[in-house]
Nanobody, 126 residues
Framework: QVQLVESGGGLVQAGGSLRLSCVAS????????MAWFRQAPGKERQFVAA????????DYADSVKGRFTISRDNAKNTVYLEMNSLKPEDTAVYYC???????????????????WGQGTQVTVSS
């Protein structure tokens, strides 16, 4: 059973940057699509970004395109989320997740991911 641990969250002013990290242990990391989701208070968890296992193919929610960058280091079992030009509406708990199926790149809904971290809080002040 893979464990995912996120870090790097914090409080930042609008326009600032943060870099989130997610380290996987106890299970397979390579061969799986990894993703970041976020959940604001009173709202459903929503997709932010995903990265394919080998080629580095990525996908982003429209709300973060051009501002966020997802990357991964398979040697370190780590996936990153570089967040720039942060806005107050980016405030949420950010979760790292591993896809349910190996070698799968398709829909990127919450239900497609079976392993989750505990989350890291990102707060953007105006």
């Amino acid at each position: 059973q893979v464990q995912l641990v996120e870090s790097g969250g914090g409080l930042v002013q609008a326009g600032g940057s943060l870099r989130l990290s997610c380290v996987a242990s106890g299970g397979t990391f390579s061969g799986y699509t990894m993703a970041w989701f976020r959940q604001a208070p009173g709202k459903e968890r929503q997709f932010v970004a995903a990265i394919k296992w080998g080629t580095g193919t990525t996908d982003y929610a429209d709300s973060v395109k051009g501002r966020f960058t997802i990357s991964r280091d398979n040697a370190k079992n780590t996936v990153y989320l570089e967040m720039n030009s942060l806005k107050p509406e980016d405030t949420a708990v950010y979760y790292c997740a591993r896809n349910l199926r190996k070698y799968y790149w398709g829909t990127l809904d919450v239900a497609d991911f079976g392993s989750w971290g505990q989350g890291t809080q990102v707060t953007v002040s105006s």
